[in-house]
């Protein structure tokens, strides 16, 4: 009897002297798990007491020092929500390098390759994410640069798989709809893209009623994509939504309301922290005949940081309304390079091309 209280004894003497350790090792777990919340909370959200929560519990993981390579990764995607790509690229970078990727880091390194404009890279990395990690995520990506590269029943295709893969997971679901009806909506299939924008607007609100004032755009029924701006305006204010709102008013004839939004994006371009925006504000203060310096200076530094497609087609107009014509039209071939159908995007370019943007 004596026998077994001593080992009984040394067992809790041991778990007793391990408890420190051991608490180490799962306040790194709580804090991980703790980011990895708050990130898919702060995807469309500038909240500061958010990010300042996810600073705070980086700080922790670092300081423990126990959390490599989850740290690296952790740190990425804080930089991808802060439109900081360049520099979750130099994170996860050498993770590939050293072959300590996990489908997460493939992913974030995937989709940091796309917004900085190095697709041929972000394809080899989606392709190692289909033959190794074949899943919803590895769909997803596969079906967006699909799409970027103007294979659109291929992004069908995979977003297809995507769903199916998703299963029960309701917030899945809702993404992956809403990323098919973008490309339902780019490739002139209204009704198929409002039946997904539907499904998901239950799951996902603001997304979804965003998406559906898009549709209604590319149906050339501007006042009801202005009234569904508005509404989400009042809800969410955001200065994409706003600009977003201002088009709608330009298209529907809508002279007050479009001075009314010229009014907010001004003010919002003054007193926002540019990195999140910088896109919006640009594309508005190019149309601005006050604002064009200011809106290439934005341009400018948006491809800097982000070179993608995208941020090509703002420069080019921003260029172009600032009278560097010849430099407009280069960016502006380079904007189509990829071919991907997304016909107001491609009528922009186009309009840039033939001088008249």
């Not at 009984?8 to 090792?25: G, N």
């Not at 409002?194 to 009623?209: F, N, T």
């Not at 007050?256 to 508005?284: D, K, W």
């Given at each position: 009897?004596?026998?077994?209280?001593?080992?009984?004894?040394?067992?809790?003497?041991?778990?007793?002297?391990?408890?420190?350790?051991?608490?180490?090792?799962?306040?790194?777990?709580?804090?991980?798990?703790?980011?990895?919340?708050?990130?898919?909370?702060?995807?469309?959200?500038?909240?500061?007491?958010?990010?300042?929560?996810?600073?705070?519990?980086?700080?922790?993981?670092?300081?423990?020092?126990?959390?490599?390579?989850?740290?690296?990764?952790?740190?990425?995607?804080?930089?991808?929500?802060?439109?900081?790509?360049?520099?979750?690229?130099?994170?996860?970078?050498?993770l590939r390098a050293a072959?300590?990727?996990?489908?997460?880091?493939?992913?974030?390194?995937?989709?940091?390759?796309?917004?900085?404009?190095?697709?041929?890279?972000?394809?080899?990395?989606?392709?190692?994410?289909?033959?190794?990690?074949?899943?919803?995520?590895?769909?997803?990506?596969?079906?967006?640069?699909?799409?970027?590269?103007?294979?659109?029943?291929?992004?069908?295709?995979?977003?297809?798989?995507?769903?199916?893969?998703?299963?029960?997971?309701?917030?899945?679901?809702?993404?992956?709809?809403?990323?098919?009806?973008?490309?339902?909506?780019?490739?002139?299939?209204?009704?198929?893209?409002?039946?997904?924008?539907?499904?998901?607007?239950?799951?996902?609100?603001?997304?979804?009623?965003?998406?559906?004032?898009?549709?209604?755009?590319?149906?050339?029924?501007?006042?009801?994509?202005?009234?569904?701006?508005?509404?989400?305006?009042?809800?969410?204010?955001?200065?994409?939504?706003?600009?977003?709102?201002?088009?709608?008013?330009?298209?529907?004839?809508?002279?007050?309301?479009?001075?009314?939004?010229?009014?907010?994006?001004?003010?919002?371009?003054?007193?926002?922290?540019?990195?999140?925006?910088?896109?919006?504000?640009?594309?508005?203060?190019?149309?601005?005949?006050?604002?064009?310096?200011?809106?290439?200076?934005?341009?400018?530094?948006?491809?800097?940081?982000?070179?993608?497609?995208?941020?090509?087609?703002?420069?080019?107009?921003?260029?172009?309304?600032?009278?560097?014509?010849?430099?407009?039209?280069?960016?502006?071939?380079?904007?189509?390079?990829?071919?991907?159908?997304?016909?107001?995007?491609?009528?922009?370019v186009a309009a840039l091309?033939?001088?008249?943007?």
């Amino acid at each position: 009897m004596p026998r077994y209280l001593g080992r009984y004894a040394v067992i809790l003497l041991w778990f007793a002297s391990a408890l420190p350790a051991l608490a180490q090792a799962i306040e790194p777990r709580a804090d991980i798990a703790r980011v990895e919340s708050l990130l898919q909370r702060a995807r469309g959200s500038s909240d500061p007491a958010l990010y300042k929560d996810i600073e705070a519990a980086l700080a922790r993981i670092d300081a423990s020092g126990a959390a490599e390579p989850a740290s690296a990764v952790l740190h990425a995607w804080y930089e991808m929500s802060q439109h900081n790509f360049k520099a979750a690229l130099r994170l996860l970078e050498p993770l590939r390098a050293a072959r300590r990727t996990d489908a997460r880091a493939l992913g974030l390194l995937a989709d940091a390759l796309v917004e900085t404009g190095r697709y041929e890279e972000a394809v080899d990395v989606v392709q190692a994410m289909l033959d190794h990690y074949p899943g919803l995520p590895a769909y997803s990506r596969a079906a967006h640069l699909r799409y970027l590269y103007g294979d659109g029943d291929g992004a069908l295709e995979l977003s297809a798989r995507a769903l199916a893969d998703a299963g029960a997971d309701v917030p899945a679901r809702a993404f992956v709809r809403l990323q098919r009806a973008e490309y339902l909506i780019a490739l002139g299939q209204g009704a198929r893209a409002q039946e997904d924008i539907l499904a998901a607007r239950s799951d996902a609100p603001a997304a979804a009623q965003s998406l559906l004032a898009r549709l209604r755009m590319a149906q050339g029924r501007a006042g009801e994509a202005q009234a569904l701006l508005a509404e989400l305006l009042r809800r969410q204010p955001a200065p994409d939504t706003a600009y977003e709102l201002y088009l709608a008013a330009l298209a529907a004839g809508d002279r007050p309301a479009q001075r009314r939004m010229t009014v907010m994006l001004g003010a919002m371009a003054r007193l926002e922290s540019a990195r999140l925006y910088r896109r919006s504000f640009a594309a508005f203060l190019s149309l601005q005949p006050q604002g064009q310096a200011r809106a290439l200076e934005l341009a400018r530094a948006e491809y800097e940081d982000r070179p993608d497609i995208y941020s090509e087609l703002v420069l080019g107009e921003a260029l172009f309304r600032s009278g560097a014509k010849a430099e407009a039209a280069r960016v502006a071939a380079s904007a189509l390079r990829l071919g991907t159908p997304d016909p107001v995007f491609r009528q922009r370019v186009a309009a840039l091309t033939a001088g008249q943007p």
